[in-house]
């Protein structure tokens, strides 16, 4: 039995890392709360439930509306890079997946990090390197390297780089929980009427708890 509720929440988490990463590299900026929620989803690593690792998923809103757009129609332009970042990101954790070593070394870095952003906060420019440079001596050792793309002006800036490379770092995550919780790409072409379910019932039941 696949837990469809579980599953949109870990999609959604994806498409919300997907965008910030697009949001970053053409614009420079993205919103705090977002990156905060992708950062915070990465020290997470024996969360009790699906919405723990997202400290609530009232926090995923921005990704789950873009997932209802996408599983709604293919023909959205508009989330072209998204969908070429969600579908590489998902591609890459299958890489990883198979290499407990450098699995070990990234839960023992972010342990380290963890505590490095207790002392800190969750998106001090110190926080943002450290995770980026776990992701850099580790995913991007793979010969698959996710192609980003943007303004020049923002992404040979180092600041933004590397919230760039920690947002990617965070979808990983979110496909590491998608794959757990039974996800498959299959799913994307022959599940969408559930998934879609599901992802417009968590709407649903954000936007009543907001009002």
């Known amino acids: 039995m696949s837990n469809w509720r579980d599953q949109a929440l870990a999609l959604a988490a994806i498409f919300q890392s997907a965008t910030l990463v697009e949001r ?15 950062v915070y ?39 072209t890079d998204c969908l070429r970042y969600a579908l590489s990101i998902l591609y890459l954790q299958r890489q990883l997946s198979k290499k407990s070593d450098l699995l070990a070394i990234i839960g023992s870095r972010l342990e380290k990090a963890k505590s490095q952003a207790d002392h ?59 794959r757990q919780l039974g996800g498959r790409r299959l799913h994307l072409l022959f599940q969408r009427k559930k998934l879609l379910a599901a992802t417009e019932a968590l709407i649903a039941q954000i936007e009543s708890t907001n009002h």
Request: neutral net charge; contains cysteine; charged residues 15%.
């Open 120 to 178: 800190f906060t969750l998106t001090h420019e110190n926080v943002f390197s450290n995770l980026a440079s776990i992701y850099s001596d580790t995913l991007s050792t793979f010969r698959f390297r996710i192609q980003v793309l943007g303004d020049f002006n923002y992404l040979q800036q180092q600041r933004i780089a590397n919230q760039i490379r920690t947002m990617l770092f965070a979808g990983v995550r979110a496909a590491t929980l998608w």
């Open 41 to 79: 989803s990465l020290f997470q690593l024996n969360a009790d439930c699906a919405d723990d690792i997202f400290a609530g998923s009232e926090n995923l809103l921005p990704g789950l509306q873009v997932s209802r757009q996408l599983l709604r129609s293919r023909q959205h332009p508009e989330y």
């Open 24 to 38: 970053l590299a053409k614009t420079g900026t993205a919103p705090q709360e977002q990156l905060e929620t992708g």
